[in-house]
């Protein structure tokens, strides 16, 4: 019984961390910023329902747009924007794809916070179902998962 409520109570601890992941933006003068998920939930949040080709049917993303974590921190973007995920997979994507399709950098999937393990705590989403025209391998890899830094 006892064995049975530490692994609960060090479950709860672990999700709570996973939960709890800052995101840092290094602006273009390397100045890092750090940003806690309650600032990001600050921020208007936006929904989002897609196909995704990783998921056997659509889900229901939440999060906000790149746009209004710069305009929080009060910089502005270059031409292109590098994405860093907690493996260092790294990705460059021109600052006009978040003009145009509006992809946002999702912290819930289906109302869940996103844990490390299920491709959080952020995953920069597409509306793929909105643009069937982005559902190709070139904006798949754009979909960074487990975002830990984005690059101005």
């Not at 049975?4 to 273009?28: C, E, N, P, Q």
């Not at 929080?72 to 794809?97: E, H, K, M, R, W």
């Not at 946002?104 to 393990?117: D, E, L, P, V």
């Amino acid at each position: 019984m006892m064995v049975k409520l530490l692994l609960i109570t060090l479950s709860m601890t672990l999700s709570t961390f996973a939960f709890s992941a800052d995101l840092t933006v290094v602006g273009k003068d390397n100045v890092r910023y750090t940003v806690t998920l309650a600032q990001i939930e600050s921020l208007p949040v936006e929904s989002m329902t897609t196909d995704l080709p990783w998921a056997t049917s659509a889900s229901k993303f939440e999060g906000v747009s790149l746009q209004d974590i710069i305009a929080f921190l009060g910089l502005s973007a270059q031409d292109n924007v590098t994405f860093v995920a907690l493996n260092n997979y790294q990705i460059t994507i021109p600052f006009s794809d978040f003009e145009r399709f509006s992809p946002i950098i999702a912290f819930k999937n289906n109302g869940q916070y996103m844990s490390i393990r299920s491709k959080g705590p952020y995953w920069l989403v597409y509306p793929l179902s909105r643009y069937p025209e982005l559902d190709n391998t070139d904006y798949h890899a754009k979909m960074i998962w487990q975002l830990k830094e984005i690059h101005l």
